[in-house]
């Protein structure tokens, strides 16, 4: 699976749209991006996933760069329940696992 | 989303005692389910693999004989840790696979059991 980079931490106000980037510079043509985020002592939540068009879902929206180097998730209205930490994962579909990195550990400050 | 459920949550045993965790997909069949466990301030280490009907793939340094896993349903898979000890303390969270959408499938997670060997 391609690795992917994403900053450590980033903080972001109640209401406003967080933007969250991931750098998948080495991705292959059939690797799709995912989504999950991490909220303090519960399991992973799925949020959104695509291939190479921008996705949107009642949860957040993906914009995947022309190029597929690159992807940002981004959450319209931050809330403070969205605090949590956001792993961006690039895997083949169907290929068995889902390797979590450190993630971004995102704040929302009211 | 599917909704994915374990079974305790939050468990306390004493050490040498065996704990067995549930996990179970709620509306939708999974013939696949992964066993995750996560250590304080960790990322979620896959332990093993999980298939209805057949023995579950263990991932390189997991002990399957102190991991006993089982999924003799399409909806239930269950992890045993026997002869727990102080060291296998951790939160242990279950995912099950379904088809999903745009060609792509996607794992749903529960919400993880919280294990503590006295």
């Known amino acids: 699976d391609a690795k992917t980079t994403q900053p450590p931490s980033m903080d972001c106000a109640e209401g406003r749209a967080a933007n969250l980037p991931c750098n998948h510079s080495?991705?292959?043509?059939?690797?799709?991006v995912y989504w999950y985020r991490q909220i303090h002592s519960q399991g992973p939540q799925y949020i959104i996933h695509?291939?190479?068009n921008n996705e949107t879902n009642e949860m957040a929206s993906l914009i995947i760069t022309e190029d597929r180097k690159s992807s940002t998730l981004i959450l319209p209205h931050a809330t403070l329940r969205d605090t949590a930490v956001y792993y961006c994962?690039?895997?083949?579909?169907?290929?068995?696992?889902?390797?979590f990195g450190a993630g971004t550990t995102v704040t929302v400050r009211a | 989303g599917a909704v994915v459920s374990q079974h305790p949550s939050r468990v306390i045993c004493k050490s040498g005692t065996s704990v067995k965790i549930e996990c179970r997909s709620l509306?939708?069949?999974?013939?696949?389910m992964f066993w995750y466990r996560q250590f304080p301030k960790q990322s979620l280490m896959l332990m093993a693999t999980?298939?209805?009907?057949?023995?579950?793939?263990?991932e390189q340094g997991v002990e399957k004989d102190k991991f006993l896993i089982n999924h003799a349903s399409l909806t239930l898979s269950t992890l045993t840790v026997t002869s727990a000890h102080p060291e296998d303390s951790s939160f242990y969270i279950c995912?099950?696979?379904?088809?999903?959408?745009?060609?792509?499938?996607?794992?749903?997670f529960g919400p993880g059991t919280r294990l503590t060997v006295l």
């Open positions: 080495t991705i292959s043509g059939n690797e799709y």
């Open positions: 695509g291939l190479k």
């Open positions: 995912s099950a696979r379904s088809w999903g959408t745009r060609g792509a499938d996607t794992q749903y």
């Open positions: 509306d939708f069949q999974a013939t696949t």
């Open positions: 999980s298939n209805e009907g057949s023995k579950a793939t263990y």
């Open positions: 994962i690039v895997r083949v579909p169907f290929y068995l696992k889902l390797s």
